[in-house]
C-alpha cells in the first residue's frame, strides 16, 4: 500500500523518505540549540548529536505529519529534530553507499487551521519549549488566531494564571521580549521580569524598555525590587496621600538602595563587605544620593556607605 493511501488513516505508522516532508513553517520551536548551565551547543552540532543517537539506537519515537500541498506529499506537525537528524545520518549512509533510512511517521487528520494549535500542543506536552517560544506561539495563537487566555490555558495544559502571566508579555515591545532569548546569556531576562516589566509598560511602554535597560545582569528578585522601586507612579504619588512618615521613607530609601547594591541591610558586616568589594564610585554616590535626600537618622547605613567607599 502507499503511503498516501495509507496516510488516509488516522494514527497510522508509517514510514516515509525524508524528501517526501517539508518543514511546517509555522513551528513554535525555532531554537534547536542546546542550552545548559555551563554548555552551549549549536543547532548544527545538536542535530548531529541525535543523528548518532539514532543511528545507534534507531528512531524511537515516530515524527507526526499531516497531508501537504506545499510543494511535498506531507508536512510536518511535531518531530522537525528527528527529522533532520535522519537527513543527516542518510548523507554518512551515502558515503558508505548505505541505503537510506526512512523516517517512520504518525498520520494525523489534522484542518488546516488547526495545525499551528495542534503543533504548539504536542511540543509543549514534551515540556521543552523555552519560555521564549511559548511567549512567540502565544503571541501568534493571540493575535492571529484570536485565542483567549482560557484557550491557551487549554492548549498548553497549564493554570490560568501561566496563561494571564505570557499574555500580559507578549503587550511588551519585541525588543525587550528578545532578552528572554538565550544568547543573551547572564543578562537573559525572566518570565517573572517580563511580568514585571509588562505590568510597567501598561502605562508607559518607554520606562518599560529603560528599565528592562537596567536590570540585564541582575538576579530575578534584585530585578523585581529594582523595577518596583524605579517604576514610574513610585516616583508620582497618588494625590490625597498623606506625606510617608518617617518610619515609611526609611522603608522606601531602603528598597531603593537594594534596588541599586542589592539586599544588605540585615547583612553581617563581614559578609557586606565581601558582597560588595568590587562596588564603584558611582553606586556608592548614587546610595548617597538616595540616602541624604530624607531627612532620617542613617548613622548606622553612612558607616556601611564608607564600607563600600573603602572597597570601590
Known amino acids: 500500500m502507499e503511503a498516501t493511501e495509507q496516510l488516509k488513516d488516522a494514527n497510522t505508522v508509517v514510514e516515509l523518505r525524508p524528501e517526501q516532508i517539508s518543514r511546517y513553517e509555522g513551528q513554535p520551536r525555532r531554537l534547536f540549540c542546546a542550552f545548559g548551565e555551563d554548555d552551549f551547543s549549536d543547532e548544527e552540532e545538536v542535530i548531529k548529536r541525535l543523528a548518532r ?3 545507534k ?7 507526526t505529519v499531516m497531508c501537504s ?5 506531507y508536512q510536518l506537525i511535531d518531530g522537525e529534530r528527528r527529522w533532520r537528524a535522519i537527513t543527516v545520518l542518510n548523507e554518512w549512509r551515502s ?5 537510506p ?12 487551521e488547526q495545525q499551528f494549535e495542534r503543533s504548539v500542543a504536542s511540543n509543549a506536552g514534551r515540556e521543552n519549549l523555552l519560555p521564549i517560544e511559548e511567549v512567540w506561539a502565544i503571541a501568534r495563537l493571540v493575535l492571529k488566531y484570536k485565542k483567549t487566555p482560557d484557550e491557551i490555558m487549554s492548549i498548553f495544559s497549564k493554570s490560568r494564571s501561566w496563561a494571564d502571566q505570557r499574555c500580559k508579555i507578549i503587550q511588551l515591545p519585541a525588543d525587550v521580549i528578545d532578552l528572554m532569548h538565550p544568547k543573551h546569556d547572564r543578562e537573559q531576562l525572566t518570565v517573572g521580569t517580563l511580568v514585571n516589566l509588562a505590568r510597567v509598560a501598561e502605562n508607559d511602554i518607554e520606562a518599560g524598555r529603560s528599565l528592562a535597560s ?5 538576579s530575578a528578585n534584585h530585578a523585581a525590587l529594582h523595577i518596583k522601586a524605579n517604576r514610574p507612579e513610585a516616583s508620582h504619588p497618588q494625590r490625597g496621600r498623606k506625606p510617608a512618615s518617617g518610619d515609611e521613607q526609611f522603608a522606601q530609601a531602603m528598597r531603593q538602595i537594594s534596588a541599586k547594591v542589592g539586599i544588605w541591610a540585615q547583612m553581617p558586616s563581614d559578609v557586606f563587605a565581601k558582597r560588595f568589594a568590587n562596588c564603584n564610585s558611582r553606586e556608592v554616590a548614587e546610595v548617597r544620593r538616595i ?19 573603602e572597597f570601590a
Open 53 to 55: 543517537s539514532i543511528k
Open 57 to 63: 539506537l534507531g528512531q524511537l519515537h515516530p515524527v
Open 69 to 73: 500541498d506545499n510543494g511535498t506529499p
Open 95 to 99: 558515503h558508505e553507499q548505505l541505503e
Open 101 to 112: 533510512l526512512c523516517v517512520r511517521a504518525i498520520a494525523e487528520n489534522v484542518p488546516l
Open 214 to 218: 537596567d536590570v540585564r545582569g541582575m
Open 291 to 309: 540616602m541624604e535626600s530624607i531627612d532620617v537618622q542613617f548613622e548606622e547605613l553612612f558607616t556601611r556607605i564608607k564600607n563600600i567607599e
